[in-house]
Each structure stands twice: as structure tokens, then as C-alpha cells.
């Protein structure tokens, strides 16, 4: 993949993180917000994945990988907190 | 060839791009969580698997790799969130003026009056009619019940709808539950309720500051009600008051309550449950901790020493049922241990000599899959009892059983 191309697609992507984080402070409420961070989340790890393109290295997928697993059970978990954590 | 894949590697990366940003737009212009669920789906999903796609040009095996392996877990975790959240804001009881949960019953618990107060989940099944009928029986004298039944919303939300539509078929449900109650003579008062069943009866039972919850069970193994969901398994791990769980095949027998202990702190308020069951109910108490012999392998060449090691398990065994009685203050009369097999079963097989009319548990208030996983004493009880099984949660300070 030619480098100017993997460099646009991640000033792009920079911009979309910036519209993310515009959701994230506009989000109402908690699951909002949950679902506000599971979409920044998923701008990261593509945002990681075209940085692996750009300088041709694996490792920064692998670390995509982790951060979506970490989002992926913390969104769950926040999911839960909504449903059943309720004082009683 | 070389241009080719940049070609394609170029218009893969722009069009995950391009799909990103009509979902964030999505997001930020959709006026309520579910329409904003739609376009984030777009990022969360489609958008990222372009993306990674586009990994296949860049002619270098780590990221091809690393990447396959990314895409098949977004693949997967993308629509599980995403079900996840939509699931959540559908069921929420919340600010949400048109949320799905039931107005509040008025002074719910002045309806239940002195004694001991039962609340009953009826839905209609064959379970429900046998735990429902034996709540009345055995709890109707000693105080009153409460008939709680919930609706489950499915399918599209009704947005015009108001939270005071009444749903025919859960009327005529909890007026058929009444009614059988009333046969045995106990007045019995009902709750309608809707959003996922057992969140809504721990709900419930915190309202009602009910002492016991009873509920009938399909009598699914541990795998199986993990991935169904099980209403009681959920309930046995976060209800506020001890949960009577009726099997498929479970008769009350004539029998002694018999408490199973392991020496934990959790069984232990398993035991002082029992004791007040027992107190209320007046059927005969029995205290049980049900042991194994360590299998040690290698042993067995030499002949003596695994009756020696036998021995000992069951003297620590006996030394530990005895502290518990003297700290509960149980005659030793009404104390066992029975050995071998799996714990669970041996229990299980003592409770049917006995012909028990309770089987009083503990549990540690693990979650329907993390039993499953790590394997729950309490849920293999619930599958193998002959008589209906008492699972206590762990309770909140001042149960009113405790």
C-alpha cells in the first residue's frame, strides 16, 4: 500500500476520532455514553490498524486486538451495571 | 500486479473510512438510542471489517496475520455489544418515561400482612402450577403470598404505548394463579411486572421485603440454563432473600429439612436459614456436610494407607460439622456426615433416604455462566434434588429469615 495513502486514511480517521469524542460529550446518559466509548473504541482500532500499514509493522493490530477485547467485556459489564445495578 | 493491489488496497481503506463516517454522522444526528444503535453498528461493524480487509494488500505476513485474527473478533464481538446495549436500553427500568417497567404498585408491602411473606414467580407452566401449589400449602399458614408475574417485552417497542396497557393474557394468568391460591384458603395479592424476569423479582422481592422467593424450574442442566438463561439460577445469585426452587419432579416429603454445609461462611447462613425454616415450618431439622476422601494417586500400592487417609478426612469432616452445630447451637442428633462420591449427589441421595422436605443450600452468588464454567454446588443440588431445594443467596444484612 502506497505510504500517502495510509497517511490520508489516518488523518481521516484522526477526524473521525475527533467526531467521536463530539459524541461522547453530547451523550445523554450512561448507556449513551457506553455506546458513545464502543464506538470511539472501534475508530481506534481501525485508526491502529491503518498505522500498521503506514509503517509496516504487526504489532500495532495485536494491540487493536487487546483494546477491543478490553471494550468488548467492559461493555458488557457496563450493560449489566445499567440492567441490575440498581440500588435496592 | 503491484498497482492493482495498492488499487484495491487504496479504495478498501476509503471505503471503510467512508462507512465510518456516515455511521458517526449517523450517530451524532439520530434523535434516541435505538436509531443511534443502527448507524453505530455501521462503525462498530462494517466500517472496521473494511479496514482490516484492506490488511490482505499490504504484502506482509505479521499484519495479515494479526489482522485475520482481529477480524474474526470484531465479527463476533461487534453484533454481541451491540445486542447488548439495544437489550439494555429495551429492558431498563429508568427515567425513560415510556420505559418498559410497570408503574409501582401502590404500598406494595402493606399488602402482605404479618407472618412470613412469600413471593411466588408464576408464568403459566407446569412448574409454576406445582411451586405456586406448594408455596400455599406449606407458606399459606405461616403468613401470606404474593403472586408476582412478569411480561417479557419482545418484538417492536410500542411507542405510542402507555405503561398502563394491560396485557389480557397476564390477567387472566395471575387471575387463574388467585384462584388456585384462594382453593387452599390463603389470600393472595398479585404484581404485574415487565421487563427480564429475574431482575424484576429481585425487584420485587427487595419491595415486598419478601423472606422467601419461590420459583418453579424447567430442571435444565448447569450448560444449558448458562446459555437459555434461567431464571432461577439468576435469582439464586442475586436475590435479597433465600429462593425455593421447585424442581420438575420435586415432592415435599414428609421428612426433616435437611441443610447442607461445607464449612464456608456462606453456608453457614445457608444453615441459620434452615434453622428458621424449620422454626416456622416445625418439620425436623438435619444438619449435613457431605465429604469426599481424597483420591491420591499412587497410594493404593500400599494397602493400609488409603483407609488410613480415609480416616482422616473423616475425622475433619466430623470436627467440622461439630463446630458448626456448637456455633449454632444444634443438637448433635441432628447432625450427619455422609461421604463419598461427587458432594452434590451425596447430599442429594441423603435428602431422598431421608425423604426430605427441604434441601437447604448455600451459594456464592455466581452468575448463571460462571457456574456453569466453574461448576456451582448449589445448581447441581437444583438439577438432581428429589424435593424442593432452598438456595440462599448471599444475603444482605437483616434478612428478615436470618
Known amino acids: 500500500m502506497p505510504e500517502a495513502v495510509a497517511a490520508v486514511g489516518l488523518a481521516w480517521a484522526t477526524l473521525l476520532l475527533l467526531a467521536g469524542g463530539v459524541v461522547l460529550l453530547r451523550s445523554r446518559d450512561t448507556l449513551h455514553r457506553v455506546l458513545a466509548l464502543d464506538v470511539l473504541v472501534s475508530i481506534v482500532v481501525a485508526l491502529l490498524t491503518i498505522l500498521s500499514y503506514l509503517r509496516d509493522v504487526s504489532y500495532y493490530v495485536d494491540g487493536a486486538l487487546a483494546l477491543g477485547l478490553l471494550s468488548f467485556v467492559s461493555t458488557l459489564v457496563a450493560v449489566r451495571h445499567v440492567l441490575r445495578g440498581r440500588p435496592s | 500486479m503491484g498497482t492493482a493491489l495498492d488499487v484495491l488496497g487504496a479504495c478498501l481503506l476509503g471505503l471503510g473510512l467512508l462507512l465510518a463516517t456516515v455511521g458517526l454522522y449517523g450517530v451524532l444526528r439520530m434523535p434516541d438510542i435505538f436509531d443511534q444503535l443502527h448507524a453505530a453498528g455501521l462503525v462498530t461493524g462494517p466500517a472496521v471489517l473494511v479496514i482490516l480487509l484492506a490488511a490482505l494488500t499490504t504484502r506482509s505476513a505479521d499484519i495479515v496475520t494479526s489482522a485475520a485474527l482481529l477480524f474474526v473478533f470484531v465479527l463476533i464481538t461487534a453484533p454481541l ?67 408476582a408475574h412478569v411480561v417479557q417485552p419482545l418484538g417492536e417497542p410500542d411507542f405510542a404505548g402507555s405503561p398502563e396497557v394491560e396485557d389480557p393474557e397476564q390477567e387472566e394468568l395471575l387471575a387463574e394463579a388467585r384462584a388456585a391460591v384462594a382453593r387452599t384458603g390463603t389470600p393472595a395479592v398479585t404484581l ?102 481424597r483420591p491420591i494417586p499412587g497410594v493404593s500400592v500400599v494397602p493400609d494407607a488409603r483407609a488410613e487417609l480415609a480416616q482422616v478426612d473423616e475425622q475433619k469432616a466430623e470436627e467440622l460439622l461439630a463446630g458448626v452445630a456448637r456455633e449454632l447451637g444444634i443438637p448433635e442428633e441432628e447432625t450427619q456426615t455422609v461421604r463419598d462420591g461427587s458432594e452434590p449427589s451425596a447430599l442429594v441421595v441423603l435428602a431422598r433416604d431421608l425423604d426430605a422436605a427441604l434441601i437447604v443450600v448455600g451459594s456464592r452468588g455466581l452468575g448463571a455462566v460462571r457456574a456453569a464454567v466453574l461448576g456451582s454446588f448449589s445448581t447441581s443440588v437444583l438439577a438432581e434434588a428429589s424435593c424442593p431445594v432452598v438456595v440462599v443467596p448471599p444475603i444482605v444484612p437483616g434478612s428478615a429469615l436470618g
Request: net charge negative; glycine share 14%.
Open chain 2, 81 to 147: 455489544s451491540g445486542h447488548a446495549i439495544a437489550r439494555a436500553a429495551w429492558l431498563r427500568p429508568g427515567p425513560d418515561e415510556d420505559g418498559p417497567r410497570e408503574a409501582e404498585t401502590p404500598g406494595a408491602a402493606s399488602l402482605l400482612g404479618e407472618g412470613m411473606r412469600t413471593l411466588v414467580a408464576y408464568d403459566g407452566s407446569d412448574s409454576a402450577k406445582r411451586a405456586l401449589e406448594l408455596a400455599a400449602q406449606v407458606f399459606g399458614p405461616a403468613g401470606s403470598i404474593a403472586i
Open chain 2, 192 to 293: 404485574r411486572r415487565r421487563g427480564d424476569p429475574a431482575a424484576e423479582l429481585i425487584a420485587a422481592g427487595a419491595e415486598l421485603d419478601a423472606d422467601l422467593i419461590v420459583v418453579g424450574s424447567r430442571g435444565r442442566g448447569a450448560v444449558a440454563s448458562a446459555l437459555l438463561g434461567s431464571v432461577s439460577a439468576a435469582l439464586a445469585g442475586g436475590a435479597h432473600s433465600p429462593v425455593l426452587v421447585v424442581g420438575p419432579s420435586a415432592t415435599f416429603g414428609h421428612g426433616p429439612i435437611v441443610a447442607g454445609i461445607d464449612g464456608s461462611e456462606f453456608s453457614l447462613d445457608a444453615a441459620r436459614i434452615a434453622l428458621a425454616l424449620d422454626r416456622r415450618l416445625e418439620r425436623g431439622f438435619r444438619l449435613v456436610h457431605a465429604y469426599t476422601v
